[in-house]
């Protein structure tokens, strides 16, 4: 009987490997991640760093016939597209799960940046106190709104995309995400300017920038649904991804 190697107690795999008692590997347990992981991950750091780029730029308007919009509606379609597709391949759980993961990093961020703006600047600073404030020193007011405005909406939007997904039978891709985008985004463009400018302005100076705002919304809603139906096709034929509900997936958050 060929001799056999000695059993090491050691955890230490490099050395259970060099003495030959490397546990067989399990098949149950994935070696890193599999491709619906991710992907999920990709899509959450898109759609996170959307967000944050979102709350930092958001103070900046700018006009377009007149129209005054802030220069955060530029990142913040790509939120809504991205919750439409997490929904669609990740169920009402995945989408409300990257949805406090985002507004968790958000305040996250807040806090970083206001620390940073607390600590005194060094003489020479490139960035001088005064510029760094101005462009990061946002107020409490406007994060909260912002914080505020976005759960409330990706909620609404999430509960709204599986109404129209049970209502259709899964059928009509461009209804549940147009349509959930559609009501979603008057929740988010409501909540968040009557909470930031209420006192500041009149209601009826409000209510224009809602009005004006929802409109760019509604209609970058109704242009990106080509893209939704691009990103369908794309997680499907090419990462071999189907949507929710129609393969067996592991037990998650």
Do not use: C
């Not at 991205?82 to 961020?109: K, Q």
């Not at 649904?225 to 090419?238: E, F, K, N, R, S």
Request: zero cysteines.
């Amino acid at each position: 009987m060929p001799p056999q190697p000695p059993q090491s107690t050691s955890d230490d795999p490099e050395i259970l490997e060099a003495t030959g008692s490397l546990p067989a590997p399990n098949p149950d347990v994935p070696g890193f991640l599999t491709a619906d992981q991710k992907l999920y991950w990709v899509l959450g750091a898109v759609f996170v760093s959307s967000l944050l780029v979102g709350d930092m730029i958001g103070g900046k308007f700018f006009s377009i016939a007149g129209t005054r919009l802030s220069v955060g509606i530029i990142p913040f379609p790509v939120t809504y597209v991205l919750t439409d597709v997490i929904n669609e391949f990740y169920g009402r759980r995945g989408a409300r799960f990257i949805t406090f993961v985002a507004a968790a990093m958000a305040v996250y961020a807040y806090l970083i940046l206001q620390i940073a703006i607390a600590l005194p600047v060094a003489d020479g600073s490139p960035i001088p106190q005064e510029a760094f404030q101005t462009v990061f020193g946002f107020g409490l007011r406007l994060f909260a709104a912002s914080i505020l405005a976005f759960l409330i909406s990706q909620l609404v939007d999430i509960a709204a995309f599986g109404m129209f997904k049970r209502l259709t039978r899964s059928r009509h891709i461009w209804l549940r995400a147009t349509g959930s985008t559609a009501i979603s985004q008057l929740v988010d463009t409501f909540v968040i300017n009557f909470v930031l400018l209420t006192g500041t302005m009149t209601t009826l100076e409000i209510w224009r920038i809602v009005l004006d705002s929802y409109l760019y919304k509604l209609i970058a809603a109704v242009v990106l649904t080509p893209v939704i139906y691009a990103l369908h096709g794309l997680v499907i034929h090419v990462f071999r991804i189907h949507p929710e509900g129609t393969v067996r997936r592991g037990e998650g958050i």
